[in-house]
C-alpha cells in the first residue's frame, strides 16, 4: 500500500477517534512528545511477569493472554524500531504474538534530539520508519500535524474519521525536518569508533575489568532496554494446591545468569558480562542475524545506570583506552 | 485493564529512591525508577528492581489471629482489638504503665511511629518505647550528639557531585546504600579524589586512588595518625578552630604519641597516613561516609567521636561537598528517630527528662505524659525477666531472628502476659505472639518517610491493602480507641502529619503539598527555613561549638589465637536487604548467591584445604554454622567475611556479644572463628538442623 497522508489538528483528534474501538496506552491525553519515556512500551508485548501455563495436578492448561484490542499511542522512532527487533525475535512467541495482534502502533516523528539518544548513529529514527508503524504522526506547527497512514491496518483503523488529504510537497519537508533534526544530534564519532573497537576485538581487557567493577547487576539496563528480550521461568503453588508456571525478565548482568548446575561459568567474571552485553547491541554478528544492531539508540541504560556503565560513558572510555592501544 | 502509575518511595535502605509502582487490577505488575528524583535520578538498585516480589501476596497474613491452645485462630479486628484492650487494662490495674511498652519499626512511616510513641505516652502513660536504630547507629548518635550536638548525616546526597574529596570509612555503600555508592563511582570518575578506609577490598576500594586496608579495629588509631599528622604539619583550619571548635590543646595533647608503632598497630605505612592526611586536609572539600564499620565495634561510640575529629580540625564541615555522614541503614530508621520513638525523647529530640518538654506535650496532648524515664528494647527484656514487664506491642521488627541476643530475647517474649505483633508475614516472633495483626505494606498505604539526608518524602497508596490489612496507625488508634482514648483519632495519614508539624519543631513548616512539590523536604524545615535545609552546622553547632574530644585506640574484645586462628567480620550484599524476608522471594535474587556463605583468602583457604564453593563449618566461641566457601582476594589472609542476611547460616550464632559500654552496640563487626572443610560431597546443614541435632545430643 502506498503511503497516504493527511492533516491533522491534534493528536488528540486521532486518540479521541481510536478510543472509540481500542484502550490506549498510555492513557493520559497530550502524550505526544519528541522525546521517549524511561520506559519503553517493550512490556506492553512482552510482560514482566507472565502465566505460562498452570497445572492442577492432572491437567496442563494453556494461559495465553486475551488482550482488548489496543493502541500504543505515540511511540518514538528508537521504540518501534525496537519492536520490529522484538517482532523477529519473538515471531514464534504465542504469548508475545497474542498481544502484539491486539496491537495498533501510533509513531511520532522526533524533530528535536532528547537528552541522551543517539538513534541516527544506528539508524534508528529521528524519524519513523514506514515498516515499523501502522501510523505515523509528524508535528508541523502548533495547530497542524502530518498524519502519515502506513499500512492496511492503519487505514482500516481510520475509518470514520474525516480528514483533509495533505499535499505531495509535505513529504520532502517531512524528509527535511528529519534531517534538520538529525543535524543537531551532537558529535558521537566516538560511538563509531566503539562499535569498529567492539567488533576487532581492540577493546583491552583491563577495561572490561574495570567497567564489570562498576556494574552492580542491578538489571536496569536490560529492564529498560527495549530490544532486551531475556526471561528466567519459576513455578508457583497458588493456595488451592495449582502450579503454575510464570515467566519473569532476567538479566545477562547477574553472575548466575549464566551459572550451570555443576556451578561451573563461563562468565564468572563481572567483566566478561559486561563485554558479552556490549557486544550483543553492537556485535556485527547479531546484525547479520536481525538486519541490525540490538542498539535503537534511545540511551536509556546511561540515564538509569547507577554505575556510569550506560552505552556513552562506555563508549567514550572504549573510543579513547582502544585507540591508545593502536 | 489501565495501568495506573503511583510515584512512592522505595521500601529499602535510608536512600530513599524515587520509585513508580505500576499497577493493573489492584496488582502490582512493575516498579520503575523516577527520572527527575532528586536523589536516585532514574536510577535504582537490584533490591528496588526487585521489590515487587517482596510484597507479593502469597505469605501474607490476612486477618487477625488469635493464640489458642490449639494454635492461631481467625478473628475479627473487633475481637482482636478487645482481646488486646482488655489485656492491657488488667496489666495498667494490676502492674501500672511501666509493665507496658511499644517497640516502633524503622521500616514504617513517620506517621505510624508517631501514633506509635503517643499510644505509649498519651494513653498507656509509658515512655517505654523504642526501635532498631539501637543496633545500627547508636554509636553515632551518641557520638555525634556530643561533638556536633546532632547525630544525623551532615549534608545531602547530591553534595557527592559537588566536592573534591570523598573519604568512605567502614563503610560499603555500592553495596548497602547502591545508588549513593553510584553518585561516588560518578564523581570518582569526574575527577573527585577518592580514599577507602576498610579492612576488605570493597568494590570502591578497587577503583579508589588510595585504599588504606587498615587493620580490623584498628580505627581510631589510624584516625588519631592521621590527626597528628595534620596538626604536626600545620594542615588544620586554624581560623575553623578558633572560631567554632573547643577541645583543641586536649586533642593535641592526647595524640602526641599517636604515630608510635602505628604502622603495626593499623598494617598502614606513615607515607600512607601521612598521603591520606594531607589529601583530606588540604581538599578544598572533602566529605567523610561512614557505615557499620565504625559503629559497630566496642569502640564505636569512640569511633565515632574520632571521625568527628579529624573532619572538625579541617574545617571540612558546614559547607556544601564536606561533612560528616553516617549511612543510615533503613527507609525509616531516621524518621523513626526524629518522632520519638526512643525511651528519652519525644518528637524532634525534646528530651523527656526536660520539665519544660514534658509540660509542652502534657499541654499539647491534653493529658499528663509520663515522668519516669522509659526502657529500651533490651531493658523491656531485661524488666520483663525480672517479671517487672507484661504487656508489648510490636510491628515491623523481628527481634527473635535479628537481635544479637536471640535467646535471652525469646526467653522473655514467651514469659509476657500479651504480645502483640503486627506484620505482613509469619515472622519468628509474630509466632510466638498472643495476637497478631495484619499489617498494610508499603504500597498499601500512604505517609511520609525520612531518608538519611534527613528528606522527608511522600509515600503514597497504589493498592488496597491485602485482606484486612491495615496502616499501622490506623490499628495503634483502633487499639486506643477501645482503651477510652480518643487521642488518636485521626482521619487520614495528612491528618497525623499535620499534628507531627505543630509539636516537632525541625517539622514545623512541613506539609504534604510542599513535600510533593519539592520532591520532599530535609529538616530542620521550619520559619526560618521553609524550604527545608540541605547542610546542617553553616554558622553554628547546636550545642554552640563543636567539641574536639579525645579518645584512645581500644583492641577489639576477641583476638585470633590457637583455637579460633581467623578473624570473622560481617558484610552485607548488593542483592540482599536485612533478614531477606522481602529479598530472598525474588527468584533472580535467591538465585545469585547459596544460602549462606563465607568469603576467605585463597592462602587461608588452600592451608585449611577448602576449595570455592565447598561446604565449610565455622565455629567460634559461641557458636558454629555452615555454609559455603567463596574463595576472594577481596580478603586478607587471616580475615573471614560473613553476610547476615541468610536464616540457614546466621552469622549472629558466631558474633560476640561485647558491647559499646555507651550505647550496648554489640561487636558484630569483629570476633574469633576457626572453619573446617566438610565431608567432600556434603552440603551445609542450615542452623535449625544443627540446632535439633544439639537437643537430640543432650537427650
Known amino acids: ?326 | 485493564m489501565t495501568v495506573q502509575v503511583t510515584p512512592t518511595i522505595c521500601p529499602f535502605c535510608g536512600v530513599g529512591c524515587g520509585i513508580d509502582l505500576r499497577t493493573e487490577n489492584n496488582k502490582l505488575i512493575s516498579v520503575e525508577p523516577q527520572l527527575d528524583h532528586p536523589v536516585s535520578r532514574g536510577q535504582l538498585c537490584t533490591k528496588g528492581w526487585n521489590s515487587a516480589y517482596g510484597i507479593d501476596p502469597i505469605n501474607r497474613i490476612t486477618h487477625p489471629l488469635i493464640r489458642t491452645a490449639q494454635g492461631f485462630r481467625q478473628a475479627s479486628w473487633d475481637e482482636a482489638l478487645e482481646t488486646i484492650a482488655d489485656g492491657l487494662k488488667q496489666i495498667l490495674v494490676e502492674s501500672g504503665p511501666q509493665a507496658t511498652g511499644i517497640i516502633s519499626s524503622a521500616r514504617a512511616t513517620n506517621e505510624d511511629n508517631y501514633a506509635a510513641q503517643k499510644l505509649a505516652r498519651a494513653v498507656l502513660k509509658t515512655n517505654n518505647v523504642d526501635h532498631c536504630a539501637r543496633i545500627c547507629h547508636s554509636p553515632t548518635v551518641a557520638g555525634l550528639s556530643q561533638t556536633l550536638g546532632s547525630g544525623a548525616m551532615t549534608n545531602s546526597a547530591a553534595d557527592l557531585l559537588e566536592t573534591d574529596l570523598i573519604l568512605v570509612f567502614g563503610a560499603d555503600p555500592t553495596e548497602n546504600h547502591s545508588i549513593l555508592g553510584g553518585h561516588i563511582m560518578r564523581a570518582h570518575l569526574e575527577g573527585t579524589k577518592l580514599i577507602v578506609a576498610d579492612p576488605r577490598c570493597t568494590r570502591l576500594a578497587k577503583l579508589a586512588d588510595s585504599h588504606l586496608q587498615l587493620k580490623l579495629g584498628s580505627n581510631i588509631a589510624l584516625l588519631n595518625a592521621m590527626v597528628k599528622t595534620i596538626l604536626d604539619n600545620g594542615w588544620q583550619d586554624k581560623k575553623f578552630l578558633d572560631q567554632r571548635c573547643e577541645g583543641l590543646e586536649q586533642l593535641t595533647a592526647s595524640v602526641a604519641n599517636a604515630l608510635e608503632g602505628v604502622e603495626e598497630t593499623t598494617g598502614i605505612s606513615l607515607p600512607e597516613i601521612e598521603s591520606a592526611a594531607k589529601a583530606y586536609s588540604q581538599s578544598k572539600r572533602a566529605m567523610i561516609l561512614y557505615g557499620m564499620g565504625i559503629t559497630q565495634y566496642v569502640s564505636g561510640t569512640n569511633n565515632v567521636i574520632a571521625l568527628s575529629n579529624l573532619a572538625l580540625i579541617c574545617g571540612q564541615i558546614g559547607r556544601e561537598g564536606t561533612g560528616v555522614n553516617p549511612l543510615r541503614g533503613q527507609n525509616n530508621v531516621q524518621g523513626a528517630c526524629d518522632m520519638g520513638c526512643l525511651p528519652n525523647v519525644y518528637p524532634g529530640y525534646q528530651k523527656v527528662d526536660n520539665p519544660e518538654a514534658r509540660a509542652k506535650f502534657s499541654q499539647y496532648w491534653k493529658t499528663e505524659v509520663p515522668e519516669h524515664p522509659g526502657l529500651t528494647s533490651m531493658g523491656m527484656t531485661k524488666a520483663t525477666l525480672a517479671g517487672e514487664f507484661r504487656g508489648l506491642i510490636l510491628f515491623g521488627e523481628d527481634p527473635v531472628v535479628t537481635d544479637p541476643d536471640q535467646n535471652l530475647v525469646k526467653r522473655a517474649f514467651s514469659k509476657l502476659d500479651l504480645l502483640v505483633v503486627a506484620e505482613l508475614t509469619m515472622t519468628d516472633t509474630a509466632r510466638m505472639a498472643d495476637v497478631v495483626l495484619p499489617a498494610a505494606s508499603f504500597a498499601e498505604k500512604s505517609g511520609t518517610f525520612t531518608n538519611c539526608e534527613r528528606r522527608v518524602q511522600h509515600v503514597q497508596q497504589a493498592l488496597p491493602p491485602v485482606g484486612e490489612a491495615r496502616t499501622d496507625w490506623q490499628w495503634l488508634a483502633a487499639i486506643a480507641q477501645q482503651l477510652g482514648s480518643d487521642q488518636l483519632d485521626w482521619h487520614d495519614s495528612e491528618a497525623v502529619f499535620r499534628e507531627i508539624t505543630q509539636i516537632t519543631p525541625n517539622y514545623s513548616a512541613m506539609n504534604y503539598t510542599k513535600i510533593d512539590q519539592l520532591q520532599g523536604l530535609q529538616w530542620p524545615c521550619n520559619h526560618e527555613t521553609p524550604e527545608g535545609t540541605a547542610i546542617l552546622h553553616k554558622d553554628t553547632f547546636p550545642i554552640g561549638k563543636a567539641r574536639l574530644i579525645p579518645v584512645h585506640p581500644i583492641d577489639i574484645d576477641e583476638l585470633a589465637d590457637n583455637e579460633y586462628p581467623l578473624l570473622l567480620t560481617t558484610n552485607r550484599l548488593h542483592f540482599h536487604y536485612g533478614c531477606g524476608s522481602m529479598t530472598r522471594k525474588s527468584p533472580l535474587l535467591e538465585r545469585e548467591t547459596p544460602a549462606g556463605l563465607l568469603f576467605i583468602n585463597p592462602a587461608d583457604a588452600n592451608d585449611l584445604g577448602v576449595t570455592h564453593r565447598s561446604a565449610v563449618g565455622i565455629r567460634s566461641r559461641r557458636g558454629y554454622v555452615e555454609t559455603r566457601a567463596m574463595l576472594t582476594d577481596d580478603l586478607p589472609p587471616g580475615l573471614v567475611c560473613m553476610p547476615y542476611h541468610f536464616r540457614e547460616a546466621p552469622s549472629n550464632q558466631l558474633t560476640n556479644t561485647a558491647q559499646d559500654p555507651l550505647t550496648k552496640m554489640p561487636e558484630l563487626k569483629a570476633c574469633a572463628v576457626s572453619v573446617q572443610p566438610l565431608e567432600p560431597g556434603m552440603s551445609p546443614r542450615p542452623i535449625d538442623e544443627i540446632s535439633a541435632l544439639k537437643v537430640e545430643g543432650v537427650k
Request: glycine letters at 6%; charged letters at 20%.
Open chain 1, 1 to 326: 500500500m502506498k503511503t497516504q497522508s493527511y492533516y491533522l489538528d491534534h493528536p488528540n483528534t486521532l486518540r479521541n477517534h481510536l478510543a472509540k474501538s481500542y484502550q490506549i496506552e498510555p492513557p493520559e491525553a497530550d502524550s505526544a512528545k519528541s522525546t521517549p519515556p524511561l520506559i519503553s512500551p517493550k512490556g506492553q508485548l512482552f510482560a514482566e511477569h507472565e502465566n505460562l501455563f498452570t497445572f492442577d495436578g492432572e491437567c496442563f492448561r494453556e494461559t495465553l493472554p486475551k488482550p482488548a484490542p489496543f493502541v500504543l499511542f505515540g511511540v518514538q522512532s528508537c521504540d518501534l524500531t525496537a519492536i520490529h527487533y522484538q517482532d523477529q525475535f519473538f515471531a514464534n512467541d504465542p504469548y508475545y504474538q497474542a498481544r502484539r495482534q491486539q496491537a495498533l502502533l501510533i509513531g511520532i516523528d522526533c524533530l528535536s534530539p532528547c537528552q541522551q539518544g543517539f538513534c541516527p548513529s544506528v539508524d534508528a529514527g529521528p524519524g519513523v520508519k514506514n515498516e515499523t508503524a501502522d501510523m505515523i504522526l509528524h508535528q508541523l506547527s502548533a495547530t497542524s500535524w502530518l498524519l502519515l497512514v502506513c499500512n492496511k491496518k492503519g487505514l482500516n483503523a481510520l475509518e470514520g474519521l474525516l480528514l483533509n488529504p495533505a499535499n505531495e510537497s509535505e513529504f520532502t519537508d517531512r524528509d527535511n525536518r528529519i534531517a534538520s533534526c538529525v543535524e543537531q544530534f551532537n558529535d558521537d564519532s566516538y560511538l563509531q569508533q566503539g562499535i569498529t573497537a567492539i567488533n576487532q576485538n581492540q577493546v583491552p581487557e583491563e577495561l572490561w575489568q574495570q567497567l564489570g567493577i562498576q556494574c552492580l547487576s542491578c538489571s536496569g539496563c536490560t529492564n529498560l532496554c527495549p530490544t532486551c528480550s531475556c526471561y528466567g521461568t519459576w513455578e508457583r503453588q497458588d493456595s488451592n494446591g495449582d502450579i503454575r508456571r510464570q515467566r519473569f525478565w532476567d538479566s545477562c548482568l547477574y553472575e548466575s545468569f549464566q551459572r550451570e548446575a555443576s556451578q561451573h561459568n563461563p562468565t564468572e567474571e563481572a567483566g566478561e558480562r559486561v563485554k558479552r552485553f556490549w557486544t550483543h547491541k553492537f556485535g556485527d554478528n547479531f546484525a547479520q542475524e536481525f538486519g541490525r544492531y540490538g542498539c535503537v539508540g534511545c540511551g536509556r541504560c546511561e540515564q538509569t545506570c547507577p554505575g556510569v556503565v550506560g552505552v556513552h560513558s562506555v563508549m567514550k572510555r572504549i573510543a579513547s583506552d582502544a585507540k591508545l592501544d593502536t
